[in-house]
């Protein structure tokens, strides 16, 4: 990370020999640290000096690509602690976990589970990310059967958890080609567990009992010329697990290089509603994956929503394009309502509008995304943007009648609008729940 | 490799208050929360449940159900509140708003007075949300509640004045309310302080948006003012206040009884109050004002957990 010209260019073999494309060696060095160029151009470096510069060059936070095919994701690459700072970049992945002592039934009904955890929220599809599979019967054969049965009914990547290498051996024969995680190798298995991981170039966790036993056994892994991994410090309880989160975020910004790497967390507790906050808190404190039991919508959902809601730009709110949105095949006499283009608020009421089975016309003035209220008192939702926009986009052209709605928050703003766009204006209820009654007791009589 | 402890060395810490004549006390650490290892976290986050001084008008039916018998009744209400251990008991003086009931400084102020005496926990009173009649009922009631040493909100930029001079007089805290930008914050708490009332008398609501509704926009302003707080701006080094429920309950995820995709709504509803408070936790905030009692039994059970050590 940031190394400069000058830095790169004490490592280089100084030939000024042209054949990277460049004039001389400093050349090319001013090159490398502006990004322009890469090092295999020249063939000339040493060994020695490739491995200093790489590891110079490497992310503080390595990034680990987790799976194959259509759901695979990535973690890690963070750059802050803070997302005030920057943006966090990698959404924690969600794994729901089964095990191999339940029968092939339950594993499927769960996995059935896992599948349907799709949510529909501001306009994107949000879904969990991983199956973890845990060796709890200790059978390798077992565990391979339940690995199988897992991975035939789901596409999402596995996380194979054993610490047992023999066993671990017979799930990767099973699942090895979909590059599941493997987790994980600890001080005494990692030989074993670092040759199966580097067979199949499978992401592998490395687990410690504290924060030194982990940076050690990084360390030992990396000898053995692995460094596709996720790091667990072994913590289990709430506060450990935030105070060893924090910890491994700020060593791998300081570029202690052994902690420099994405991490998982285990929120696994009998209780799930314990479980969904824990896991919530992982989410928001640094993990790259999180790890919990339950399969239900109502313990999922709010983990699910706070990750979306973390992970989010704070520069940049989500916003929709301020056009002419049709909600179930409206017509001349169908109503036309007003919104801004946050996604939030313009799902809100197209989502209520739906739900009421009422055909409608939506129109967001564009308002850079930010809500109802934000934008009345910012002043970019207005009788003059209102109008502007009801104009540019020739809605009321479309209708065979006069009204527009606009959210009950800004009633204030009847009055002048009436005036600048001559339509009669309909005040709406302030939450867009109430869309419902409104259009029956408004709408429809 | 040893690892090498990375400890901030924070060189300042939040404001230390003590409400009620119980003198319950909330703030004065000196590290991010539950951060342990490289600071002092003295008081634990404090809960509020909320009572409305007349029905509320939007409680879906899972929230009504906990407060049945005692939901016209506000003093009831209060005592139903402690014994579901709350910390303290937030009441909102609804009846006062014009589309309410209207009612006078006066009556607002006996509720209040009433409440105050039947309960033994701290008292937080809130106003009925418009600023112009916060600004005329909550002086009348920190007068009736002299000596009570109760946290009175919200004053806002508009209305700080009136009720920051009756606080001061008659010993109370006040909350100062501004939206979401951590300079407007800044700025309400000095002029408040200037008006003489010190600052470790204000706790400050920075306008919260429930999971899913912009809290990510109070989480970021709240990692901020506490990182100030520590660096040494006293203007910021006040304790939080989040009104959690208020918005929580506002949310479609909590509220809505049948959305078979969304799961059954009783865990998800109180999930969705108690996510926000465990978020907000994890942010900086001090005093959350909550509307389930299982959803603060639940924040509870957390904050029991991330209080533990964490010294490596
Ligand atoms: C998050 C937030 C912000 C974020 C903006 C995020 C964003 N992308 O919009 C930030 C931090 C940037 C912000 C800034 C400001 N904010 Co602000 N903010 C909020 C907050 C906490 C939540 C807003 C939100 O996202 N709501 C969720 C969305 C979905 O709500 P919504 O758009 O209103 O939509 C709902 C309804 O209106 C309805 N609906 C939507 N469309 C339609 C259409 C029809 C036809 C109908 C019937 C209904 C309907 O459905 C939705 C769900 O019910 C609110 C307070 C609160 N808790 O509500 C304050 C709030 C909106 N902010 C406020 C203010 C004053 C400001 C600032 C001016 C303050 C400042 N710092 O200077 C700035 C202005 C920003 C600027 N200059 O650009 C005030 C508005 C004043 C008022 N009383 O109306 C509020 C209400 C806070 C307060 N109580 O004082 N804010
Ligand atoms: S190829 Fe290598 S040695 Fe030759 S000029 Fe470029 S950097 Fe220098």
Same mark, same amino acid.
């Given at each position: 990370?940031?190394?400069?010209?000058?830095?790169?260019?004490?490592?280089?073999?100084?030939?000024?020999?042209?054949?990277?494309?460049?004039?001389?060696?400093?050349?090319?060095?001013?090159?490398?640290?502006?990004?322009?160029?890469?090092?295999?151009?020249?063939?000339?470096?040493?060994?020695?000096?490739?491995?200093?510069?790489?590891?110079?060059?490497?992310?503080?936070?390595?990034?680990?690509?987790?799976?194959?095919?259509?759901?695979?994701?990535?973690?890690?690459?963070?750059?802050?602690?803070?997302?005030h700072?920057?943006?966090?970049?990698?959404?924690?992945?969600?794994?729901?976990?089964?095990?191999?002592?339940?029968?092939?039934?339950?594993?499927?009904?769960?996995?059935?589970?896992?599948?349907?955890?799709?949510?529909?929220?501001?306009?994107?599809?949000?879904?969990?990310?991983?199956?973890?599979?845990?060796?709890?019967?200790?059978?390798?054969?077992?565990?391979?059967?339940?690995?199988?049965?897992?991975?035939?009914?789901?596409?999402?990547?596995?996380?194979?958890?054993?610490?047992?290498?023999?066993?671990?051996?017979?799930?990767?024969?099973?699942?090895?080609?979909?590059?599941?995680?493997?987790?994980?190798?600890?001080?005494?298995?990692?030989?074993?567990?670092?040759?199966?991981?580097?067979?199949?170039?499978?992401?592998?966790?490395?687990?410690?009992?504290?924060?030194?036993?982990?940076?050690?056994?990084?360390?030992?892994?990396?000898?053995?010329?692995?460094?596709?991994?996720?790091?667990?410090?072994?913590?289990?309880?709430?506060?450990?697990?935030?105070?060893?989160?924090?910890?491994?975020?700020?060593?791998?910004?300081?570029?202690?290089?052994?902690?420099?790497?994405?991490?998982?967390?285990?929120?696994?507790?009998?209780?799930?509603?314990?479980?969904?906050?824990?896991?919530?808190?992982?989410?928001?404190?640094?993990?790259?994956?999180?790890?919990?039991?339950?399969?239900?919508?109502?313990?999922?959902?709010?983990?699910?929503?706070?990750?979306?809601?973390?992970?989010?730009?704070?520069?940049?709110?989500?916003?929709?394009?301020?056009?002419?949105?049709?909600?179930?095949?409206?017509?001349?006499?169908?109503?036309?309502?007003?919104?801004?283009?946050?996604?939030?608020?313009?799902?809100?009421?197209?989502?209520?509008?739906?739900?009421?089975?009422?055909?409608?016309?939506?129109?967001?003035?564009?308002?850079?995304?930010?809500?109802?209220?934000?934008?009345?008192?910012?002043?970019?939702?207005?009788?003059?943007?209102?109008?502007?926009?009801?104009?540019?986009?020739?809605?009321?052209?479309?209708?065979?009648?006069?009204?527009?709605?606009?959210?009950?928050?800004?009633?204030?703003?009847?009055?002048?609008?009436?005036?600048?766009?001559?339509?009669?204006?309909?005040?709406?209820?302030?939450?867009?729940?109430?869309?419902?009654?409104?259009?029956?007791?408004?709408?429809?009589? | 490799?040893?690892?090498?402890?990375?400890?901030?060395?924070?060189?300042?810490?939040?404001?230390?208050?003590?409400?009620?004549?119980?003198?319950?006390?909330?703030?004065?650490?000196?590290?991010l929360p539950?951060?342990?290892?490289?600071?002092?976290?003295?008081?634990?986050?404090?809960?509020?449940?909320?009572?409305?001084?007349?029905?509320?008008?939007?409680?879906?039916?899972?929230?009504?159900?906990?407060?049945?018998?005692?939901?016209?009744?506000?003093?009831?209400?209060?005592?139903?509140?402690?014994?579901?251990?709350?910390?303290?008991?937030?009441?909102?003086?609804?009846?006062?708003?014009?589309?309410?009931?209207?009612?006078?400084?006066?009556?607002?102020?006996?509720?209040?007075?009433?409440?105050?005496?039947?309960?033994?926990?701290?008292?937080?009173?809130?106003?009925?949300?418009?600023?112009?009649?916060?600004?005329?009922?909550?002086?009348?009631?920190?007068? @009736?509640? /002299?000596? !009570?040493? &109760?946290?009175?909100?919200?004053?806002?930029?508009?209305?700080?004045?009136? +009720?920051?001079?009756? #606080?001061?007089?008659?010993?109370?805290?006040?909350?100062?309310?501004?939206?979401l930008?951590i300079?407007?914050c800044?700025?309400?708490?000095?002029?408040?302080?200037?008006?003489?009332?010190?600052?470790?008398?204000?706790?400050f609501?920075p306008?919260v948006?429930?999971?899913?509704?912009?809290?990510?926009y109070a989480y970021s302003i709240m990692e901020r003012a506490r990182m100030?707080a520590?660096?040494?701006?006293?203007?910021l080094?006040?304790?939080i206040?989040a009104?959690?429920?208020?918005?929580?309950?506002? @949310?479609? /995820?909590? !509220?809505? &009884?049948?959305?078979?995709?969304?799961?059954?709504?009783?865990?998800?509803? +109180?999930?969705?109050? #108690?996510?926000?408070?465990?978020t907000f936790a994890i942010a900086g905030a001090n005093?959350?004002?909550?509307?389930?009692?299982?959803?603060?039994?639940?924040?509870?059970?957390?904050?029991?957990?991330?209080?533990?050590?964490?010294?490596?």
């Amino acid at each position: 990370m940031g190394l400069t010209g000058l830095e790169i260019f004490k490592q280089l073999p100084k030939k000024n020999c042209k054949e990277c494309g460049q004039p001389t060696c400093l050349a090319f060095a001013m090159q490398l640290a502006a990004g322009k160029a890469s090092l295999d151009a020249c063939p000339y470096v040493s060994d020695a000096a490739r491995e200093a510069l790489d590891s110079a060059s490497a992310p503080p936070v390595a990034l680990v690509k987790i799976g194959a095919g259509e759901k695979a994701f990535e973690i890690g690459n963070e750059t802050v602690m803070f997302r005030h700072d920057k943006r966090f970049e990698h959404p924690t992945g969600i794994a729901i976990q089964v095990n191999d002592n339940m029968s092939a039934d339950e594993v499927k009904a769960k996995v059935d589970k896992i599948n349907k955890l799709v949510f529909d929220r501001v306009g994107q599809v949000h879904e969990v990310n991983m199956v973890a599979v845990a060796n709890d019967s200790g059978d390798a054969a077992k565990f391979a059967d339940t690995v199988k049965l897992v991975q035939d009914n789901t596409a999402y990547p596995l996380l194979l958890i054993s610490g047992d290498a023999a066993a671990m051996e017979k799930a990767l024969d099973v699942a090895g080609a979909n590059k599941p995680v493997v987790y994980a190798a600890d001080a005494g298995n990692y030989e074993a567990m670092t040759a199966l991981a580097k067979k199949y170039e499978a992401p592998l966790v490395v687990k410690g009992s504290d924060l030194n036993s982990l940076a050690e056994t990084v360390e030992k892994v990396v000898a053995l010329g692995y460094k596709n991994l996720i790091l667990d410090s072994g913590a289990r309880e709430l506060s450990k697990v935030i105070a060893d989160q924090t910890q491994i975020r700020r060593q791998a910004l300081k570029l202690f290089r052994p902690l420099g790497y994405p991490t998982i967390a285990f929120a696994n507790n009998d209780d799930p509603i314990m479980e969904s906050l824990y896991a919530s808190t992982y989410v928001a404190k640094y993990a790259g994956i999180v790890v919990v039991n339950s399969a239900e919508p109502e313990h999922i959902l709010p983990v699910i929503t706070l990750r979306l809601n973390i992970y989010t730009d704070p520069q940049k709110p989500i916003a929709v394009e301020s056009k002419v949105y049709e909600i179930l095949n409206p017509g001349p006499d169908s109503p036309v309502l007003v919104t801004t283009n946050f996604s939030l608020s313009y799902f809100c009421i197209a989502g209520d509008t739906e739900a009421a089975r009422v055909p409608a016309y939506i129109i967001p003035v564009d308002t850079d995304g930010i809500s109802v209220l934000t934008a009345w008192a910012a002043g970019k939702f207005s009788p003059e943007s209102i109008a502007d926009t009801l104009k540019k986009l020739g809605i009321m052209e479309k209708v065979n009648h006069n009204k527009i709605i606009i959210p009950g928050g800004v009633a204030v703003l009847s009055g002048q609008t009436a005036e600048l766009t001559g339509c009669q204006v309909l005040v709406g209820p302030r939450e867009s729940a109430g869309i419902n009654s409104f259009f029956k007791q408004q709408w429809n009589q | 490799m040893a690892v090498t402890i990375a400890k901030e060395r924070w060189t300042s810490k939040v404001a230390e208050e003590a409400y009620g004549p119980q003198g319950l006390k909330v703030g004065g650490e000196t590290t991010l929360p539950f951060l342990h290892f490289e600071g002092e976290i003295p008081n634990r986050a404090v809960t509020a449940l909320e009572v409305f001084d007349t029905e509320p008008k939007d409680y879906p039916d899972i929230l009504k159900e906990p407060f049945a018998d005692v939901i016209n009744d506000p003093v009831a209400w209060a005592k139903k509140v402690v014994e579901y251990g709350a910390d303290m008991v937030a009441l909102r003086l609804m009846s006062a708003h014009p589309d309410w009931n209207n009612a006078s400084a006066q009556d607002v102020a006996k509720t209040a007075k009433a409440v105050a005496d039947a309960i033994d926990v701290p008292l937080i009173v809130i106003g009925c949300g418009v600023e112009e009649k916060d600004g005329e009922i909550l002086p009348v009631v920190a007068e @009736a509640l /002299e000596g !009570k040493k &109760a946290l009175i909100g919200c004053v806002t930029a508009n209305n700080y004045k009136s +009720i920051t001079a009756a #606080a001061n007089g008659y010993g109370h805290y006040v909350i100062a309310s501004s939206p979401l930008d951590i300079n407007l914050c800044k700025q309400l708490n000095i002029l408040i302080n200037e008006m003489g009332l010190p600052l470790d008398r204000i706790a400050f609501d920075p306008l919260v948006g429930a999971l899913g509704y912009g809290i990510e926009y109070a989480y970021s302003i709240m990692e901020r003012a506490r990182m100030g707080a520590l660096t040494g701006d006293k203007t910021l080094a006040t304790p939080i206040v989040a009104f959690i429920g208020q918005e929580a309950w506002k @949310a479609k /995820e909590a !509220k809505d &009884a049948d959305v078979p995709e969304w799961g059954p709504q009783a865990d998800r509803a +109180i999930l969705w109050e #108690a996510t926000t408070a465990t978020t907000f936790a994890i942010a900086g905030a001090n005093i959350f004002i909550m509307r389930h009692p299982e959803s603060v039994k639940r924040f509870n059970a957390f904050v029991d957990e991330a209080m533990k050590s964490n010294a490596y």
